[in-house]
């Protein structure tokens, strides 16, 4: 039986901020980020598989993007007080599960952010990229997590996959018990092959990617996203890990945008 409990971790005062986690949503190296914002937020850090509450190591299915903001809603109902609002910051997979936040469950949202999201489908080129997605989960099955590693690690950087990937698969108990294994066996494809609702997604949103992603597959995406959905496009530093690789920037940036959308959204809009 699936766990319905919720699993997050709440830090500092002053407005929400829910933080919602990439990879298999695991929020191992985000304390640094957090810390800081904690001196202006009330964190509240979603662990949508509860693995780091306890349960890593436990069975895990195929995740679903509707299944992880379903969760993410529930958590800010707990949360928020009546007639509060929050703003929300995802990353990666967890930026996937932020935009079906705002396009299904809008009415407690103040602002979200969206880092890097692989929502690659809405590309010109997108079935080929869906496709390479799939071929790390080939690679991963077959040759274990360094392989799908250095593919995936190509396919973002838009390079050609230098193969054949050659390694030992993991057993199930080696696989429930790393994140990114999870991640590569049960959230990468099913995340991936997610179309966001564009018509849904409104002025609250802002899209970001990475200073050094540039040139690569998701800041192309998150840049088609923000055109498609007249957004802002924001870059914060580092890459794609920017959270993990230079927490206090990151944070900052993300103050400043979220002071920024903050003013934008508070603005009358035209009847």
Known sequence: MADERLHYDVGGDGPVLLVVPGGAGHPMGLDAMTDVLAE????VTYDPLGLAHGRLGLPVGDQRVRAWSDGAHRVLEEVLAEGESAYVVGTSSGAVAALDLLARHPRRLRHVVAHEPPCVGVLPDGARQQAMFREVYDTYRAAGLQAAGARLGAGLAGQRAEGPFEGQPLSREEELGLPMAVFLAHVLVPFTSYGPELGALDARLTLAAGSDSR?????????????????????????????????????????????????????????
Do not use: I, N
């Open 40 to 43: 202006r937020f009330r964190v």
């Open 215 to 271: 040139g690569q597959l998701l800041y192309r995406t998150a840049q088609f996203l923000a055109e498609r959905t007249g957004s802002p496009l924001v870059e914060f530093p580092g890459g794609h890990v920017g959270a993990v690789e230079h927490p206090a920037a990151f944070a900052q940036r993300l103050l400043e945008t979220l002071t920024e959308g903050r003013a934008a959204t508070d603005r009358p809009r035209a009847s």
